[in-house]
């Protein structure tokens, strides 16, 4: 059952089942980079029978009051065949999942169905009227600077800045018609043709924000506000489900969203990238800070400090990190390779050691080099290295982390295995384990590379797995993500399952390592410590494995972090 079925079922008949289940759900990590995982394609997979088409039935726009008898025949026999397909395919489909799993399905289907938050409109109104009012600063500032100053053809000064900023060849114009050579990079569909440059993340474009000229600068920051309509967009919708519920806002995750990890994804308004609230009020605030506890109730949040360089570390065994950790279970490894780097004592280490430290440790866990960490450390950290620094650092964190570049190549020799369907251990703690075109997990979950095969570009062998769109190269750092990424996954996940055996709650929000709940206020102090107590043990499939969280309890999610 889809997200859309069990909104109909709770919110329309009032039906509120013991257990959610979803059809499509449960063949996400097996079949989405396959057959994929409508009804449709999985019923003709597992040979359970044939999906009937509408086609003639055409119901875009009607209402029910505007079938036909003959139509409303044809609907009664269409949704008829669906639930038999569908009841079919669940009993299919769950012999290759765990009850487990199914816990995190329903958990994951009451974040949508039973939504926890109420929503503060008033702050989300405000919200919007103050990033209208940025805009509108920003583009009448910037057609002063460019001498855009009356109506043309009952378009607005505004609306004309607006049109020159968002079209890339228009922007382009403007940025020549100021002396600047508009930035340009080879084509993703045609690398033999040169086209614009003017993402956010396009290093060009970065570097124009803040030129010398300051008519350049303001224009390429007021195209960044014009092309981001994200904010804008998230707001509206944020009172657009809540005005269907009741005031409530409504969290839809799909499960196994990240279909090869495991992980949650958002959808629709992405409540798992919500931006983070600084020092610095900003209207992006409003998201996190309108989602309310209702009266009498409180909001706890605990997340896992860290867990997947955690996670990478204790995978490879390395000495130095797993030492740190078994000493104290707060450590900043950070701050060690920061030590280690400069051979000063942790204490000693300044605020950029530490910040160039983090981005080390963020950004080079999976195999990247010299070329592609000085890019992320100006996109991560707003640094600015030379080739001759971010290829020193490169080296000195691969030096004293050798066991994960070890790691890397452990992945790399188990892709025949993985091909051949040989049963052998990708880790030193023979916990991730090769089998025909998937790892199997600890958990029991798998990994698969459906399709895994070598293919010969211009003399040069590399693997690939699934097709068509999704289609996608995997190598020794890319695979040790993927294993990192959904160990990290199953552990989080993990502790909700426990939290829920012990408390019968489901979390109100899952975000990557961070579980929320909404709890009775009375309660608040009790539940946050069994949270933690949960969130602090190693799961019982990895005992060594050292785990640390911190939490807070506060009447808005905003405020409890």
């Not at 209208?132 to 053809?153: H, M, P």
């Not at 030492?323 to 279970?329: E, F, I, T």
């Not at 080390?360 to 592609?372: K, M, N, R």
Request: aromatic share 8%; charged share 25%; hydrophobic share 40%.
């Amino acid at each position: 059952m889809s997200g859309f079925d069990s909104m109909i079922l709770a919110w329309r008949f009032g039906i509120k089942p013991k257990m959610w289940g979803c059809t499509q759900a449960m063949a996400m990590s097996k079949y989405k980079k396959t057959c994929g995982v409508s009804l449709k394609n999985l019923s003709k997979e597992f040979n359970i029978g044939t999906k009937l088409s509408l086609e003639a039935t055409n119901t875009k726009g009607k209402r029910l009051v505007d079938f036909t008898p003959t139509e409303l025949a044809s609907m009664k026999e269409y949704n008829k065949v669906d639930t038999d397909l569908c009841a079919k395919l669940f009993k299919e489909l769950a012999k290759g999942i765990s009850k487990a799993e199914m816990v995190q399905i329903d958990m994951t289907t009451r974040m949508l169905v039973e939504p926890k938050f109420n929503l503060d409109y008033r702050l989300i109104r405000e919200a919007q009227e103050s990033v209208k009012a940025e805009k509108s600063r920003s583009l009448r500032e910037l057609a002063e600077q460019i001498g855009i100053d009356d109506i043309v053809d009952e378009v607005s000064v505004e609306e004309q800045v607006r049109t020159q900023l968002a079209s890339s060849a228009k922007f382009s114009e403007l940025l020549t018609s100021l002396g600047i050579d508009p930035p340009t990079k080879p084509s993703p569909t045609n690398p033999a043709k040169m086209t614009p440059a003017l993402a956010k993340t396009d290093e060009e474009f970065i570097k124009l924000q803040e030129h010398a000229n300051p008519i350049v600068a303001a224009a390429a920051r007021a195209r960044l506000e014009v092309k981001s309509t994200l904010l804008e967009t998230r707001l509206e919708a944020f009172i657009r489900a809540a005005d269907a519920c009741g005031g409530k806002l409504p969290v839809p995750l799909r499960y196994c969203g990240a279909d090869t990890t495991g992980r949650w994804s958002g959808e629709q308004y992405n409540m798992q990238n919500l931006p983070r609230i600084g020092k610095n009020p900003k209207p992006s605030d409003a998201l996190r800070m309108s989602l309310l506890a209702p009266k009498g109730y409180k909001v706890i949040v605990a997340d896992l400090s860290g867990i997947e360089l955690r996670v990478n570390h204790y995978l490879w065994k390395v000495p130095s990190s797993m030492g740190m950790y078994a000493d104290d279970a707060e450590a900043d490894l950070y701050r060690a390779f920061a030590a280690a780097r400069y051979d000063i004592e942790p204490d000693a280490v300044t605020k950029d050691q530490r910040q160039l430290a983090k981005v080390a440790q963020l950004g080079l866990g999976f195999g990247a080099g010299a070329p592609t960490f000085k890019r992320v450390a100006k996109l991560m950290g707003g640094l600015e290295l030379t080739d001759a620094e971010s290829l020193s650092i490169v080296t000195d964190w691969r030096e004293q982390y050798s066991d994960i570049v070890d790691g890397w190549k452990a992945f790399q020799k188990s892709l025949t295995d993985l091909m051949q369907g040989n049963e052998t251990a990708i880790d030193p703690w023979g916990m991730c384990v090769t089998e025909h075109k998937a790892v199997r997990l600890p958990s029991g979950r798998r990994i698969y590379y459906p399709e895994l095969r070598k293919e010969v570009d211009n003399g040069k062998h590399e693997w690939w797995y699934g097709a068509g769109r999704h289609k996608a190269r995997i190598y020794a750092g890319k695979g040790v993500e993927n294993l990192v990424q959904a160990l990290a996954r199953d552990v989080i996940a993990g502790n909700a399952l426990e939290f829920r055996k012990r408390t019968q709650m489901s979390p109100a929000l899952m975000v990557h390592d961070e579980l929320v709940y909404v709890v009775p206020e009375t309660y608040a102090d009790t539940l946050l410590k069994e949270l933690q107590s949960i969130m602090r043990t190693p799961p019982s499939w990895w005992p060594e494995l050292v785990t640390w969280s911190e939490g807070d309890i506060a009447d808005c999610y905003g405020d409890a972090k």
